[in-house]
């Protein structure tokens, strides 16, 4: 298991929050997500044998929001 933290620009409101945490989720392999909004971070938890990290952040690219 495998734990980073992404610099996500964009996110500005609890509809974000929930936004990304729920599609960060639903992938196979991903253990916990935790937003933390005040410093434009998205903490991930996931098994990188399952999920690779560059899916992480196309899924979170996809909700409308850009990591760095």
Do not use: R, W
């Amino acid at each position: 298991m495998q734990t980073i933290s992404l610099n996500v620009q964009g996110m500005s409101c609890g509809h974000c929050v929930k936004s990304v945490e729920g599609s960060v989720s639903e992938l196979v392999g991903v253990n916990s997500v935790n937003v933390k909004l005040d410093e434009a971070l998205v903490e991930v938890s996931f098994n990188e044998a399952k999920v690779p990290l560059d899916k992480i952040k196309e899924t979170i690219e996809d909700q409308g929001y850009d990591v760095e």
